[in-house]
């Protein structure tokens, strides 16, 4: 089987009647949309399906309008195809369609809380204060060079979304932006001015951060099914204790999503979904990773092309050579995205860095050479993953819990009840 990431995209891939096509179609997809206008106490599939463009497009309705439309695609996908992630990775507020996906935060909690977000963003900034634009044509070195240049203690314009190599958003004050973007136009860029309400992904977002914040603290939130990428790191997720500090300095960081695409290559994924309205984030990886396929759940023909690359039955009923190469891959992922709490550097390379090197090499040994990996491997992968929480001083309950989710993606916990006995109880 493929190794696959989900993609959910942002603000601006908004359109009347996303989401209509599933909701005729799909019970699971009605339910996402009455469970959201039970939380929110308005009709949101109105909103989607008949409501105007200018209504839809308000800040504080698009967000929960896109979460909701892309929690539907991923439900309707799920219960078609069934083919789990390995990653999963939102642009801006499709970091809360994720995360809502693989079960960091419920969904009735994320369509209210991203409502509220819509809010503290379009009051933080008076209107007309602020304002972004996206820069082409030169590298983001000189960007950053010019965005420095035109920022003082008085204003200031900032690199906002490093969606590609070859497009880049700088936000900020209107007239630092503009003067940046005449300077950048002379060095030969192409700028083209945003239609936005507010200077997103900048400083000047910081009281709807603080806002925010506190918004989510008034919820709870649950270890997260598959590994998430933050926007403001472009790696995973710790765990889910990060999540309100996490979502938090999204709202005045950088979105990281070209870094981001660039980490799930690294990590082997080969075919991404966009679950969402629209090919926003199937368009950018062309342009960030050629090699990762996306095929949105927006468009019938790509839903067709999906069809015929996954099933169920394939997603059930992997081979036991995949399912024992992922295990010693999940292994490895889960090492890199564990928090650490062991600085003893000495320490710390024999705990960590070597045996997570070595497992790294047998398994890519065991890719080029398509061998299957025998028990004694992934007991070893199992041993180093060990050592590794053992050295960052991981919780006992963590620990459990991860090595749970990786046998149940795999469906070998049989093969290991003896490690799960010596090791925990």
């Known amino acids: 089987m493929k190794k696959v990431a989900f993609l959910f995209p942002g603000q601006g891939s908004q359109y009347v009647g996303m989401g209509k096509s599933l909701c005729e179609n799909h019970v699971a997809a009605r339910e996402v949309f ?208 990060s999540i309100v500090d996490s979502l938090t300095q999204q709202i005045v960081s950088p979105v990281r999503w070209a870094e981001s695409m660039k980490y799930l290559e690294a990590m082997g994924v080969e075919l991404a979904v966009e679950l969402g309205p629209q090919t926003v984030l199937k368009n950018l990886m062309k342009k960030n990773v050629p090699a990762i396929e996306v095929l949105s759940y927006d468009k019938e023909e790509d839903v067709k092309a999906l069809a015929g690359k996954l099933s169920r039955e394939a997603g059930k009923k992997a081979d036991i050579e995949n399912a024992r190469l992922l295990l010693i891959t999940r292994c490895l992922a889960v090492a890199v995205c564990t928090k650490n709490s062991n600085w003893d550097n000495e320490v710390y390379k024999k705990g960590v860095i070597e045996p997570y090197n070595r497992i790294r090499n047998m398994r890519d040994e065991l890719e080029n050479s398509a061998v299957e990996p025998t028990e004694e491997q992934m007991h070893e992968a199992l041993e180093m993953l060990k050592s590794v929480f053992e050295t960052k001083r991981t919780p006992i309950e963590e620990q459990r819990e991860r090595f749970s989710q990786i046998f149940d993606e795999t469906g070998l916990e049989i093969l290991f009840e003896s490690f799960h006995k010596v090791k925990f109880d």
């Open 34 to 241: 009455d469970e959201a206008s039970d939380a929110l106490g308005f009709d949101i599939k109105n909103l989607c399906f008949e409501g105007s463009m200018e209504e839809l497009t308000k800040t504080e309705n698009t967000q929960p309008a896109i979460l909701t439309a892309s929690v539907a695609a991923f439900r309707v996908y799920m219960k078609e195809l069934g083919v789990e992630p390995l990653y999963l990775a939102g642009h801006s507020l499709g970091e809360f369609s994720a995360l809502a996906c693989a079960e960091g935060i419920k969904f009735h909690d994320a369509v209210k809380i991203v409502r509220n977000r819509g809010r503290f963003m379009q009051e933080a900034v008076p209107q007309g204060l602020g304002a972004m634009a996206a820069v082409s044509g030169v590298d983001r070195e000189v960007i950053e060079s010019t965005c420095r240049q035109y920022s003082d203690m008085n204003r200031m314009v900032v690199v906002s979304n490093y969606n590609s190599s070859e497009q880049i958003v700088i936000s900020g004050h209107t007239a630092a932006v503009n003067e940046a973007g005449e300077k950048l136009k002379q060095l030969g860029a192409r700028v083209v001015p945003l239609k936005v309400s507010a200077p997103f992904h900048s400083p000047l977002m910081q009281p709807a951060a603080d806002r925010l914040k506190e918004e989510l603290l008034k919820y709870s939130y649950n270890s997260m099914k598959w590994d998430v990428i933050a926007n403001s790191s472009a790696l995973p997720y710790k765990n889910h204790e």
